[in-house]
T-cell receptor, first 114, second 114 residues
Framework: KQEVTQIPAALSVPEGENLVLNCSFT??????LQWFRQDPGKGLTSLLLIQSSQREQTSGRLNASLDKSSGRSTLYIAASQPGDSATYLCAVRTSGGSNYKLTFGKGTLLTVNP | DAGVIQSPRHEVTEMGQEVTLRCKPI?????LFWYRQTMMRGLELLIYFNNNVPIDDSGMPEDRFSAKMPNASFSTLKIQPSEPRDSAVYFC????????????FGEGSRLTVL
């Protein structure tokens, strides 16, 4: 059974700092991995999708990497801003027949202080 | 595109009552997912559909829960009878291209069962 772990559970940083959020998964036979952002009381917003054949994806100040063999992904946020404050979740889609389940981590609550 | 649309956004009901949550996926998306989010358990997949057909309902908690997708633009999740432990935020999400597709979430329906 796929399990996804995110460390740390919460992170507080001053504005302008570069930071890394971590995601690990137990079953490396994945199809892809997706990073989401969730603001309080809102739905999940997709940030980056990395296919299993890719090593990284970039969007603006965000960069996500994937090391499938070690079961790890990182989300790098450059020059953090207060508007980046949110919960960040990673989700892994495990391959296997026609089953396309996404397994989510519990998320990292990020607070960027002005 | 309007994105995934869910209704109602908030529902407060009494134990034993029937609850119906609604979802309109993004046009052209052929996969639809229902998730439940709680503080304790995080995001859990309840059921997903492909081309309006239920594919995996192993996450549905018990017979009190049922989901339908009568056409490509509408799905419902019904709880009958509702119980206090059903209180959670229920999310609908859609994607295309199955396992490779990026997942898009609605804003969620917050259910409180008294």
């Amino acid at each position: 059974k796929q399990e996804v772990t995110q460390i740390p559970a919460a992170l507080s940083v001053p504005e302008g700092e570069n930071l890394v959020l971590n995601c690990s998964f137990t079953d490396s036979a994945i199809y892809n991995l997706q990073w989401f952002r969730q603001d309080p009381g809102k739905g999940l917003t997709s940030l980056l999708l990395i296919q299993s054949s890719q090593r990284e994806q970039t969007s603006g100040r965000l960069n996500a990497s994937l090391d499938k063999s070690s079961g790890r992904s990182t989300l790098y946020i450059a020059a953090s801003q207060p508007g980046d404050s949110a919960t960040y979740l990673c989700a892994v889609r495990t391959s296997g027949g026609s089953n396309y389940k996404l397994t989510f981590g519990k998320g990292t609550l990020l607070t960027v202080n002005p | 595109d309007a994105g995934v649309i869910q209704s109602p956004r908030h529902e407060v009901t009494e134990m034993g009552q029937e609850v119906t949550l609604r979802c309109k996926p993004i046009s052209g998306h052929d996969y639809l997912f229902w998730y439940r989010q709680t503080m304790m358990r995080g995001l859990e997949l309840l059921i997903y559909f492909n081309n309006n057909v239920p594919i995996d309902d192993s996450g549905m908690p018990e017979d009190r829960f049922s989901a339908k997708m009568p056409n490509a633009s509408f799905s419902t999740l019904k709880i009958q009878p509702s119980e206090p432990r059903d209180s959670a935020v229920y999310f609908c999400a859609s994607s295309r291209q199955g396992a490779t597709g990026e997942l898009f979430f609605g804003e969620g329906s917050r259910l409180t069962v008294l």
